[in-house]
């Protein structure tokens, strides 16, 4: 049997609710996007310890024709 190539993509959401106190609703989540972005630019970091329940996991695979 011949053996096709597929791509496969994946996508992982993560879901978190977070308490901040703002004088706008987009202020804050400017805030909590800026904090999230700078903390996930490190390199040693485990994006796990940041959220209490497991990613929803959705994956979707297309034949790679190359």
């Known amino acids: 049997m011949k053996r096709k190539k597929y791509k496969v993509k ?16 987009k202020r804050a ?16 970091i485990n994006i796990l310890n940041l959220f209490d329940t497991p990613p929803h996991i959705i994956v979707k695979a297309e034949k790679y024709d190359r």
């Open 29 to 44: 989540e400017a805030d909590v996007n800026r904090v999230l972005t700078d903390y996930l630019k490190g390199k040693k």
């Open 10 to 25: 994946v996508k992982l959401i993560f879901e978190t609710a977070m308490d901040h106190e703002q004088t706008s609703m």
